[in-house]
């Protein structure tokens, strides 16, 4: 048997199970049904309702299980579904303990819902801080949950470290990892229990999909989310799956040119007399800049900036952009830009905000695959406003 590579450029092409019985087509086909023709009573077919596996989802897990170096992937209907699922692995009444900052959508999973559906409680600190972690520590913590590099302003968590400390203690660790993508780092390879993840975002990188994913090396795990997405259903569609495959292929190319062009923003951006603030990991002014080098190919795609002025200055800004859209997400081929104070942050106070580092002049920039030329002219261009 010749071994198969490892590289995911490679990999985002023909990792996984992608293959069409039928007819022996070059990619795979979306296929719809519901439910599968089982010829007798004793023929156990690998698809038999969809819910429970359909061929165009099999593939796409199959492929993204492979490229985070897991041996289960499950494909949700969006990525806080996926969140929800890694809840779904603790008993009642478990402790979590949660970076700070972590995304919106998440905290308010776990605040809104969890705590009284669940009996969940949630302590939120800075996981790279050791006696922090150990304060943090309750006969109940069964979870340790990371985000790296965190949204907007990508402070990054020292994975590797804290899934040690995690499984000297018993307690599972799930690592969001939407934002960095088996592209930047696998957080699986360094030890986490879960991998959670956005496929709104870069995996399928063409704004035209909500979707997520949940996948393990543990066969315990896999086993038990496999059973339990069955039993609670919030799968991703065949349409999304096949979208996400197709845009998974191109996983390489886009994320080299988005975390190039990024580098570049943020190196035009940091010598800027209009700006206040960068932050990038990849830039040596970031506090988390040696740790970045240690765990990510790259500093990724998000660059954030603060600008000088107050509000309206950021409304000029905005407006006097070509390229960079004003919009929610992150990760499509169009870069984008978004206004953390009222958009991401925008059920935080401004208060709560200010304490974290986020403020009216705070702007979160995703940057796409356009050539670079543009976007810094584009930049340049609309600070000039
Ligand atoms: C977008 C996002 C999510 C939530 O994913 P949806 O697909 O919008 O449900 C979770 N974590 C991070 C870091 C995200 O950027």
Not at 368 to 374: A, L, M, S, T
């Amino acid at each position: 048997m010749r071994t198969k590579s490892k590289s995911i450029a490679t990999l985002a092409v023909h990792a996984g199970y992608q293959k069409d019985e039928a007819y022996d087509a070059i990619v795979t086909p979306i296929t719809t049904a519901s439910s599968f023709i089982q010829r007798d009573l004793n023929e156990q077919r690998k698809f038999c309702y969809s819910r429970v596996s359909n061929p165009t989802r099999y593939s796409y897990e199959t492929a993204l299980a492979e490229i985070e170096n897991g041996i289960y992937a499950t494909a949700t209907a969006s990525g806080v579904a996926a969140a929800s699922l890694a809840l779904e692995l603790l008993p009642r009444d478990s402790h979590i303990i949660v970076i700070t900052g972590v995304y919106g959508g998440t905290f308010r999973l776990f605040e809104s819902i969890r705590k009284s559906t669940f009996g969940f409680s949630f302590s939120y600190i800075n996981l790279n801080d050791q006696a922090e972690l150990e304060a943090a520590l309750q006969s109940n913590t069964r979870m340790i949950w990371i985000e790296s590099p965190t949204n907007p302003l990508l402070r990054i968590v020292d994975i590797e470290k804290v899934c040690q400390f995690a499984k000297a203690r018993n307690i599972i660790t799930c690592v969001d990892n939407t934002f960095a993508t088996a592209w930047n780092q696998q957080p699986l390879s360094l030890g986490a229990d879960l991998v959670m993840l956005s496929t709104s975002k870069y995996i399928n990188g063409h704004s035209d999909i909500i979707g997520g994913a949940l996948i393990t090396r543990r066969e315990d795990f896999a086993a038990e989310i496999n059973s339990k997405k069955t039993a609670l259903g919030a799968i991703a569609s065949p349409f999304d799956a096949y979208l996400a495959l197709r845009g998974m292929k191109t996983l390489d190319l886009r994320m080299q040119r988005q975390c190039d062009n990024a580098l570049k923003v943020a190196e035009f951006l940091e010598n800027h007399a209009e700006i206040l603030e960068v932050h990038y990991p990849g830039l040596k002014s970031h506090p988390d800049y040696e740790l970045c080098k240690k765990q990510m190919r790259s500093g990724g795609a998000v660059v954030t900036i603060r600008l000088k002025g107050d509000l309206e200055r950021v409304n000029r800004f905005i407006k006097g952009l070509q390229y960079f859209v004003l919009a929610e997400s992150l990760g499509g081929v169009e870069s984008m830009v978004n206004h953390s104070a009222t958009m991401s942050h925008a059920s935080m106070g401004a208060e709560a905000r200010a304490a974290i580092g986020i403020f009216d002049t705070t702007l979160r920039l995703s940057v796409g695959i356009e050539c670079i030329d543009d976007l810094i002219e584009d930049l340049a261009y609309a600070l000039a406003q």
